[in-house]
């Protein structure tokens, strides 16, 4: 697998919506529903020092959803163990906690081998930085179904740069 690409460079076989993913309920996503709006994919966890960032996607959907922008939650358990519990408790937990609102999925694995699709496609394109270092990793896909930037982890979702990004791609002044 190469790595190294630049996302001038990527030579996209697939595009985000080609590939599915199981919502949190256990029902398939097809992305294609997706087409033609921004999509932050953010791989998630309840018991990491960046939790409290649920608040802050759910303020970028709120904010964005009806411009275009999807945000989507997925659950991984792959940084330090702190996505244990089953869907249902991580749809109780950000029900209860952060009110979210924004499409999740299944839990999943997003580094490795055993990586999701979707997660695997990212990195195939844009390189190493689409491969999520910890929980919160953010990948930000444009209009098109590519990957526009990514964020780490410690980076806001509501950061200006995310922001300004979003608005990019979403033809916002």
Do not use: R
Not at 14 to 19: A, E, G, Q
Not at 83 to 104: A, H, L, Q, R, Y
Not at 139 to 165: C, H, M, Q, R, W
């Amino acid at each position: 697998m190469v790595l190294f690409f630049n996302k001038s460079s990527a030579n996209y076989k697939t595009l985000f919506y080609d590939y599915k993913l199981n919502d949190i309920d256990g029902k398939v996503i097809e992305l294609s529903k997706y087409k033609d709006n921004a999509v932050l994919l953010v791989n998630v966890a309840s018991n990491c020092g960046f939790t409290k960032q649920y608040a802050d996607l759910q303020l970028i959907w709120n904010n964005y959803k009806n411009k275009g922008l999807v945000v989507i939650g997925v659950p991984s358990n792959q940084f330090g163990s702190q996505e244990p519990g089953s869907n249902e408790d991580i749809k109780e937990f950000c029900k209860v906690n952060f009110n979210v609102t924004f499409p999740m999925t299944d839990k999943i694995n997003v580094k490795g081998n055993n990586a999701h699709p979707i997660y695997k496609w990212a990195a195939e394109n844009y390189g190493k930085s689409a491969i999520p270092k910890w929980n919160f990793h953010k990948i930000l896909i444009d209009k098109e179904g590519k990957v526009f930037n990514t964020y780490s982890s410690f980076t806001k979702p509501t950061a200006n740069k995310i922001t300004k990004d979003i608005e990019q791609i979403l033809n916002i002044e």
